[in-house]
C-alpha cells in the first residue's frame, strides 16, 4: 500500500505535465484568425476592464506566466509574449484572469494570498519537523513534532484547495472574454480551452499527489 501510494504520488503529476505540454505545443500551432498576439490581447483584456495600471513584461521560459499581485504585472513568458497561436492566447488571458479577480476583491484569490506566508513556512518546514518526530518516536516530543508536521502539510494541501477556484474561475473569465469580445473566432475558443482545462488539471493532479503523500505520513507514524 506504501509503495502504491508513492508511485501514484510520482505517476499523477507527471502525467499531467505531459498532458499541458502536448496539448500547448499542439494548440500553439494553430494562429488566431485576426493575428493578434497574447501581449496584445492581454493589454486588450486589462484595459476593457480598467486595468491600466496593471503592466505586462515579457520573462524567460515556457509556461511561467503569472499575474504578480504586489507589482500589479502580467508576465508572460517566451511561449506566449508576442505569439499568436490560440494556446498563447488563452494563457494570457487567463494570467488576465487573475489580475481582473485582485481588482474584483474575489474571494478565494484573496484568502489564498492570505495564505501565502503561512503556506511558504509550512512548505518549508513540514519535512524537517517530520524526520526530527521519527528520529524521537516514542517520545512526547517525538509526538509533538510528527503531529506539528501533519498539521504544516495539511496547511499546504488546504492553499491547494483554495487555489482550485481561483485556477478555474480565471479559465472561465478568460474564456468567456475571447469568446464575447470577438477576440477568437467561435471555433477557436474551442482550442483554447482545452489548453486551459489541461493547465487546471495540473493544479488538481497536484492536490491528489499532496492527499496521497498525506496518507503516506499517516502510514508511516502507524508502522514504526
Given at each position: 500500500?506504501?509503495?502504491?501510494?508513492?508511485?501514484?504520488?510520482?505517476?499523477?503529476?507527471?502525467?499531467?505535465?505531459?498532458?499541458?505540454?502536448?496539448?500547448?505545443?499542439?494548440?500553439?500551432?494553430?494562429?488566431?484568425?485576426?493575428?493578434?498576439?497574447?501581449?496584445?490581447?492581454?493589454?486588450?483584456?486589462?484595459?476593457?476592464?480598467?486595468?491600466?495600471?496593471?503592466?505586462?513584461?515579457?520573462?524567460?521560459?515556457?509556461?511561467?506566466d503569472h499575474?504578480?499581485?504586489?507589482?500589479?504585472?502580467?508576465?508572460?513568458?517566451?511561449?506566449?509574449?508576442?505569439?499568436?497561436?490560440?494556446?498563447?492566447?488563452?494563457?494570457?488571458?487567463?494570467?488576465?484572469?487573475?489580475?481582473?479577480?485582485?481588482?474584483?476583491?474575489?474571494?478565494?484569490?484573496?484568502?489564498?494570498?492570505?495564505?501565502?506566508?503561512?503556506?511558504?513556512?509550512?512548505?518549508?518546514?513540514?519535512?524537517?519537523a517530520f524526520?526530527?518526530?521519527?528520529s524521537i518516536?516514542?517520545?512526547?516530543?517525538?509526538?509533538?513534532?510528527?503531529?506539528?508536521?501533519?498539521?504544516?502539510?495539511?496547511?499546504?494541501?488546504?492553499?491547494?484547495?483554495?487555489?482550485?477556484?481561483?485556477?478555474?474561475?480565471?479559465?472561465?473569465?478568460?474564456?468567456?472574454?475571447?469568446?464575447?469580445?470577438?477576440?477568437?473566432?467561435?471555433?477557436?475558443?474551442?482550442?483554447?480551452?482545452?489548453?486551459?482545462?489541461?493547465?487546471?488539471?495540473?493544479?488538481?493532479?497536484?492536490?491528489?499527489?499532496?492527499?496521497?503523500?498525506?496518507?503516506?505520513?499517516?502510514?508511516?507514524?502507524?508502522?514504526?
Amino acid at each position: 500500500m506504501y509503495l502504491i501510494l508513492f508511485v501514484l504520488m510520482l505517476l499523477i503529476p507527471l502525467i499531467a505535465q505531459i498532458n499541458v505540454k502536448s496539448t500547448f505545443n499542439k494548440y500553439s500551432k494553430i494562429a488566431n484568425s485576426r493575428g493578434l498576439t497574447a501581449d496584445q490581447v492581454a493589454r486588450m483584456i486589462l484595459d476593457a476592464n480598467g486595468l491600466h495600471y496593471v503592466r505586462i513584461e515579457h520573462i524567460r521560459g515556457k509556461l511561467s506566466d503569472h499575474f504578480d499581485p504586489r507589482s500589479n504585472v502580467v508576465r508572460l513568458s517566451d511561449s506566449t509574449y508576442g505569439q499568436t497561436s490560440v494556446a498563447a492566447i488563452g494563457v494570457a488571458a487567463h494570467e488576465c484572469g487573475h489580475a481582473c479577480q485582485h481588482a474584483e476583491n474575489y474571494g478565494p484569490i484573496i484568502l489564498r494570498s492570505k495564505l501565502v506566508p503561512v503556506t511558504n513556512i509550512c512548505s518549508s518546514l513540514w519535512y524537517i519537523a517530520f524526520l526530527i518526530g521519527i528520529s524521537i518516536l516514542g517520545s512526547s516530543m517525538g509526538n509533538i513534532f510528527i503531529y506539528a508536521a501533519i498539521a504544516m502539510f495539511m496547511a499546504v494541501i488546504i492553499f491547494q484547495i483554495v487555489t482550485l477556484p481561483c485556477e478555474f474561475n480565471a479559465s472561465d473569465r478568460a474564456l468567456k472574454t475571447l469568446e464575447s469580445d470577438g477576440i477568437l473566432e467561435m471555433a477557436e475558443v474551442p482550442h483554447a480551452q482545452k489548453v486551459l482545462r489541461a493547465a487546471a488539471l495540473t493544479y488538481v493532479a497536484s492536490l491528489i499527489s499532496s492527499i496521497l503523500q498525506l496518507l503516506r505520513l499517516l502510514l508511516s507514524v502507524r508502522r514504526r
